[in-house]
């Protein structure tokens, strides 16, 4: 939370587990209306598109282009296909803003990528200058990083980087917890994440293939869907390359049965390229009309130029991607051969069916269902009970005793796990969220913030029209701390909600209480009323590596 004294975010240095107050120390903190000033100018005048991309000028556009689509394309295939790599970050944000960017530009060479070795290297500067450069920049702007003026400050705009020591703010803290928690960020860590994902996170869904409803869809595909939408939100530039709306009634099954129809144009070798070389496919643009028109229907006319990317369509969701070149036209005789124009889709097969996943949450569905976005916020809070379990069966594994469903017999105070670790009584709440949409933001860490508030500690939110239920946890816990030993409880001994009686030893007199909120994601304040919050994976991080998870606050 923002200093108790002068309300300041709180700031951390690197690798440091301890926050503090610039303001209150003393520090020269930069105001925040100059920060803003400066990074827009660097942005909009200096680190430009244009600059950016400038490396990239020799190359032939649409040759380029080609090749940046086959990046994403071979970059989605290795996510299907060996799934120990997961989804690398950088590469599904920043170079499809890229490929946006590119089609809009003007002035490229002839140079044909895959004849020049240094034009990975080149290619790889311009995603690390929009994943390094201009994402620290606006975590500048956003407040996720507090600048503090050095003491060789100069004030000139351009020597921005110079002028500061930049600290990582409660507000990026929380961004960077959430980033590795959802979608695995550090990849050191992915062997964790799988677990946490695979065991922790498991509840009994719909089987992929199986899905007869937009709601079985989101079900069976629903932790997929969460990071490619964490990922699409989690950048200000990266989020409306990935943004469309689609017409009111078209559903997951209209898009899945267009991409099935496009699949089933190719005879078996090309089909076999299509699945196992991750081939890039050139459509007639008759084939695309046909399978459209019987996807969508009607509303076709509408999706056609919402998910063809192009020269003319800059705006559109990258499902397809149209390219413009001149084809050899040879004229008989010794007349000089002309060159006409050729328009061109191609289908990156492996992209555009991840992006069905990232597509999802902006659909409405018309009256068939709820829109996805709503299904997904249904989705992410039911089942808690089994993800209860899941911890549970964990830490019992790891000899630690624990009790689920905990409830005292004074007062019905029933909490979700009650455990006795390290000389502690940890007494803990587990609550699964949906990340906001633009959590990159103030606004979505503030968001998240809410949430919290209102499911933990029963605050009341002008933004929502949801009540609070139930007693606040700080609450019931409350009425664990006060148990004399003898006095019973009971907590569920069987996945079907079998109790079982239980009596307080002496031994709990000795312990120290915590209290504990477990969850996929966290806020921005460390502790509230006593209240620490953690990620299920450092969860299973302190207790399987015994690494030090929590933060100091002031």
């Not at 549970?392 to 624990?402: K, N």
């Not at 990620?535 to 299973?540: F, M, N, P, S, V």
Request: charged content about 30%; glycine content about 6%.
């Amino acid at each position: 939370m923002p200093c108790e004294d002068c309300g300041h975010l709180l700031i951390r240095k690197e690798d440091s587990k301890s926050l503090f107050c610039p303001r209150c120390r003393g520090l020269p903190v930069e105001s925040q209306k100059v920060v803003d000033a400066k990074v827009n100018w660097l942005t909009k005048d200096f680190f430009t598109d244009e600059a950016i991309i400038s490396v990239l000028q020799d190359y032939s556009k649409v040759n380029l282009i080609y090749n940046l689509f086959n990046r994403l394309n071979q970059m989605s295939y290795g996510f299907y296909n060996e799934l120990e790599q997961g989804i690398p970050v950088s590469e599904f944000g920043y170079l499809a803003y890229v490929l946006n960017q590119i089609y809009g530009l003007e002035d490229f060479g002839v140079e044909l990528v895959e004849e020049r070795p240094e034009s990975t290297e080149k290619i790889e500067s311009v995603i690390d200058a929009y994943s390094e450069l201009i994402f620290r920049l606006q975590h500048a702007r956003n407040q996720f990083t507090v600048c503090i003026r050095k003491d060789e400050f100069t004030n000139r705009f351009e020597n921005f980087a110079s002028d500061y020591n930049r600290f990582q703010s409660e507000y990026g803290l929380c961004f960077r917890r959430c980033l590795n928690s959802v979608i695995c960020n550090d990849m050191d860590a992915f062997d964790d994440f799988s677990y946490v994902a695979d065991v922790l996170r498991a509840v009994d869904k719909t089987e992929a293939g199986e899905e007869q409803t937009s709601r079985e869809f989101g079900d069976a595909w629903y932790q997929v869907i969460e990071q490619l939408r964490f990922m699409a939100g989690s950048d200000d530039m990266v989020g409306p390359t990935y943004y469309t709306k689609l017409p009111e009634d078209v559903t997951i099954f209209d898009l899945k049965e267009f991409l099935d129809r496009l699949d089933s144009l190719f005879s078996e070798e090309p089909a076999r390229k299509l699945r196992e070389e991750a081939w890039v496919a050139p459509l007639r643009k008759q084939w695309v009309e046909s399978c459209g028109r019987k996807a969508f229907g009607d509303d076709w006319d509408q999706v056609r130029d919402r998910i063809i990317l192009s020269e003319d369509n800059l705006d559109a969701h990258p499902l397809l991607f149209e390219l413009e070149f001149r084809v050899k036209r040879d004229l008989p005789g010794s007349r000089r051969p002309s060159y006409v124009p050729k328009k061109q889709i191609y289908y990156p097969r492996y992209f555009s069916q991840l992006l069905q996943f990232q597509i999802f949450p902006l659909l409405r569905n018309g009256d068939v269902a709820e829109s996805g976005h709503q299904i997904l916020s249904e989705l992410a809070g039911d089942r808690g009970t089994e993800r209860e379990r899941n911890l549970y069966d964990f830490l019992t594994d790891r000899g630690i005793e624990c009790y689920h469903g905990a409830e005292t017999q004074k007062n019905k105070n029933e909490v979700d796990l009650v455990c006795v670790r390290d000389s502690s009584l940890q007494i803990i709440e587990v609550k699964y969220l949906m990340p906001p949409i633009r959590i990159n933001d103030p606004d979505g860490i503030r968001e998240l913030n809410e949430k919290f508030d209102r499911l933990i500690f029963n605050e009341e939110s002008e933004n929502t029209s949801r009540e609070p239920e139930g007693k606040p946890f700080p609450e019931k816990a409350e009425g664990w701390k006060g148990l004399e030993p003898g006095e019973e409880f009971r907590s569920q001994v069987s996945d079907h909600g079998e109790y079982q009686q239980q009596e307080v030893p002496e031994s709990w007199n000795d312990l120290d209480v915590e209290m504990l909120v477990v969850s996929n994601v966290v806020p921005s304040y460390i502790e509230k009323q006593g209240v620490r919050f953690i990620t299920d994976l450092e969860l299973y991080q302190m207790v399987e590596h015994g690494e030090d998870v929590f933060y100091d606050i002031p």
